[in-house]
């Protein structure tokens, strides 16, 4: 555990670090704990954990863990900022198992705004995925479909039919 006025940002961090993302981790470090420490170097200047910092002094803790790299080149440390910040981006989701995470947070009456999602985010995670209401319209499958190039005005047909034979053209002959 270190004073938290011995930490040091960097001042070239180059993450930003916007006040609803400080007040929202905050919140969650007053709830549940600090779970990960902050790293710096010999100087105790952040190499990972800038928004923890904030966070942290947001939420009036006057401790925090750290761990401490000693001997990282400059470049080393530059590398660890942005290695920290842009390797988390590169996860995805899994669809399915978030939404039945959600759907247990929900139903356990969990503020859902503290797990960082947008608005838009969680209703299509609570959303299940179905046809519509009274299903799908049927359609037949010969639909024809007119197309024409804009540029040569050449014509065609996208009907999934199949093309009706056509009577064969008979040779004109030449006249002599």
């Not at 390797?87 to 669809?95: I, N």
Request: a neutral charge.
């Amino acid at each position: 555990m270190t004073p938290i006025h011995k930490i040091h940002p960097y001042p070239n961090n180059p993450r930003t670090h916007p006040p609803a993302q400080i007040a929202m981790l905050a919140e969650i470090m007053k709830r549940r704990g600090v779970d990960q420490p902050i790293v710096v170097d010999e100087n105790f200047v952040i190499l990972k954990g800038h928004g923890r910092r904030l966070a942290a002094l947001q939420a009036g803790f006057e401790e925090y863990p750290v761990v401490m790299h000693r001997g990282l080149s400059d470049a080393d440390k530059s590398a660890m900022r942005i290695e920290d910040n842009q390797v988390a981006l590169l996860a995805g989701w899994d669809t399915e198992l978030v939404r039945g995470e959600i759907q247990m947070l929900k139903a356990d009456g969990y503020d859902l705004n503290l797990l960082g999602f947008g608005e838009a985010q969680l209703v299509q995670f609570e959303t299940v995925p179905g046809p519509p209401a009274g299903g799908f319209q049927e359609f037949g499958e010969n639909i024809a479909t007119e197309h024409e190039c804009p540029k040569c005005r050449y014509r065609w047909s996208g009907s999934s039919a199949p093309a009706e034979p056509k009577e064969k053209a008979k040779p004109k002959l030449k006249k002599k």
